[in-house]
């Protein structure tokens, strides 16, 4: 058990439909990382959050959003959904924000139908 | 060209076995590199991190860097069944505002 833990671990949606993935960093950890993982494309880094700020962007769409909230845990947002959005989608925590070890959330498969 | 590469395999081994991991990369900036192991798509998990070139050993792992030729190498040693999983490098720069870049995995099979 890595210490992150990540809400819900399954979502079964349909397509042009917004989610919410929640994420909670191991305890003390001021860094959350967003990662999507599909079979074909391998784990892709989306967004991170550094102690409530954007810190960097990869390859997240216009389309999904996120946020770190005082307490600092992360929600990532989904909207107007398609097929190809279906994927595992994994929060990593880090005690800081730079070349340090991430720790990886169990993640939330997303299917999209 | 991407910038890490590694062999999807699979790789498929006898128990008691000696497995080689490798990546390579083209990116000079990347210091740490890490390896991660993940089971059926669960959460990848942290096996062995390094900074810089070198060896690192723990157990029965050990994780080579040679910055000089971009490459980097995971050698299991006494390979189990338990170790069939796949296998993810990892690399950073290390500078606020930089992600780790992950390799795509390489999956191995280890039969008792």
């Known amino acids: 058990d890595s210490g992150v833990t990540q809400t819900p671990k399954h979502l079964i949606t349909a397509t042009g439909q917004r989610v919410t993935l929640r994420c909670s960093p191991r305890s003390g950890d001021l860094s959350v990382y967003w990662y999507q993982q599909s079979l074909d494309q391998g784990l892709q880094f989306l967004i991170q959050?550094?102690?409530?700020?954007?810190?960097a962007k990869g390859n997240i769409l216009e389309r999904f959003s996120a946020q770190q909230f005082p307490d600092l845990h992360s929600e990532l947002n989904l909207s107007s959904l398609e097929l190809g959005d279906s994927a595992l989608y994994f929060c990593a925590s880090s005690p800081l924000g730079s070349g340090d070890t991430q720790y990886f959330g169990p993640g939330t498969r997303l299917t999209v139908l | 060209q991407k910038e890490v590469e590694q062999d999807p395999g699979p790789l498929s081994v006898p128990e008691g076995a000696i497995v080689s991991l490798n990546c390579t990369y083209s990116?000079?900036?990347?210091?740490?590199f890490m390896w991660y192991r993940q089971y059926s798509r669960k959460g990848p998990e942290l096996l062995m991190y390094?900074?810089?070139?070198g060896n690192k050993e723990d157990g029965r792992f050990t994780a080579q860097v040679d910055k000089s030729s971009k490459y980097i190498s995971l050698f299991i040693r006494d390979s189990q069944p338990s170790d069939s999983a796949t296998y993810l490098c990892a690399m950073s720069a290390g500078q606020a505002g930089t992600a780790l870049i992950f390799g795509k995995g390489t999956t191995l099979s280890v039969s008792s």
């Open positions: 990116n000079s900036a990347f210091q740490y």
């Open positions: 390094t900074y810089s070139s």
């Open positions: 959050y550094y102690n409530g700020e954007e810190r």
